[in-house]
């Protein structure tokens, strides 16, 4: 398996655009996990699915960022409008959801987003 | 969810052992402790996990103690390429992370 594959690597936007982060988990996982990371906050959990559907999103900061999960092998985490306090990168995770493995998380290799 | 205290840096010379404390003091009964690492601009890495009884694989050895209160993350013999911040997690369903501890091999 290729693992989590997250796209684009990088993202250069200005302030005001809309943004669109995808995210492929491994076949078979069950949960899939987005997280922003920054030097002041670190790791944040922003949202998670089970089955495709959203478990808990209180980590989403406000309107402005939604994330969906239309099958199992696809997500999208959008920010609309983008501001530059969103630069991060930002990780998607899989995990396959058995109950002992439950937080054995496989990470992608993230996008870096920053907003001008 | 149980929270979990990590020192913020540590350092350790190369080819040492490397031991990694973490407090979980207010662990439940069904929470695993899970260790993982983030070595820099990468995503974390899934290191090992444990419930109540010493755990070892390729990779490192996990020892929890009696009461569960506190853990340690063992890598036996520390290289340069162990760099990274490393996470102690301890929660049934979803995954938050803390600060974690820095290590810093010294070579």
């Known amino acids: 398996d290729a693992g989590v594959i997250q796209s684009p690597r990088h993202e250069v936007t200005e302030m005001g655009q809309e943004v669109t982060l995808r995210c492929k988990p491994i076949?078979?996982?069950?949960?899939l996990f987005w997280y922003r990371q920054t030097m002041m906050r670190g790791l944040e959990l922003l949202i998670y699915f089970n089955n495709n559907v959203p478990i808990d999103d209180s980590g989403m900061p406000e309107d402005r960022f939604s994330a969906k999960m239309p099958n199992a092998s696809f997500s999208t985490l959008k920010i609309q409008p983008s501001e530059p306090r969103d630069s991060a990168v930002y990780f998607c995770?899989?995990?396959?959801?058995?109950?002992?493995?439950?937080?054995?998380?496989?990470f992608g290799s993230g996008t870096q987003l920053s907003v001008l | 969810d149980a929270k979990t205290t990590q020192p913020p840096s540590m350092d350790c010379a190369e080819g040492r052992a490397a031991n990694l404390p973490c407090n979980h003091s207010?662990?439940?009964?069904?929470?695993?402790v899970y260790w993982y690492r983030q070595i820099h601009s990468q995503g974390p890495q899934y290191i090992i996990h444990g419930l109540k009884n010493n755990e070892t694989n390729e990779m490192a050895s996990l020892i929890i103690t009696e009461d569960r209160k506190s853990s340690t993350l063992i890598l036996p013999h520390a290289t340069l390429r162990d760099t990274a911040v490393y996470y102690c997690i301890v929660r049934v369903a979803g995954i938050i992370f803390g600060k974690g501890t820095r290590l810093h091999i010294l070579p």
């Open positions: 995770a899989s995990s396959p959801g058995y109950r002992e493995s439950n937080e054995k998380l496989f």
């Open positions: 076949s078979g996982h069950d949960y």
């Open positions: 207010t662990i439940s009964g069904n929470e695993y």
